[in-house]
């Protein structure tokens, strides 16, 4: 008779013994590392960075935001103030010494109650007028 502890009939196996630890990385490991060390570039200051995308595809999609914003927000017609932040930009953009910077930028002033400037990729820089 079979009491309330016994299997009934079907005998476990013992459980494997863990399989050892390779000493080798893992090929996915290794992967990953490769594609990163490729990503690697050095910034004109000399600093060690990733790049996901090249400089070309931001710059793009910079000029691309930037079309986007100009369609959408009406610009000043304002001459002195467009003068005056031309002005500020270009003592900024002449300080950049990469060689591979951009030299002209496209400067805009939007309407806009908010006192802002942004940059974008590209060589695109904007500013509003605020109030």
């Not at 790049?51 to 595809?57: A, D, F, T, V, Y």
């Amino acid at each position: 008779m079979r009491t309330a502890g016994d299997p009934i009939g079907v005998r476990l196996a013992a459980p494997a013994a863990p399989a050892p630890l390779s000493r080798r990385p893992p090929v996915t490991l290794v992967a990953v590392i490769v594609v990163l060390e490729a990503g690697c570039a050095t910034s004109p200051l000399g600093r060690r960075q990733l790049r996901l995308m090249s400089g070309n595809h931001v710059a793009q999609m910079g000029a691309s935001a930037f079309q986007d914003i100009k369609q959408e927000t009406p610009q000043s017609t304002d001459t002195s103030q467009q003068r005056y932040v031309r002005c500020v930009a270009a003592a900024i953009t002449g300080q950049v010494t990469d060689p591979e910077a951009p030299r002209q930028w496209e400067v805009v002033v939007f309407k806009d109650d908010s006192a802002n400037a942004f940059a974008l990729p590209g060589a695109r820089s904007a500013s509003t007028r605020g109030s």
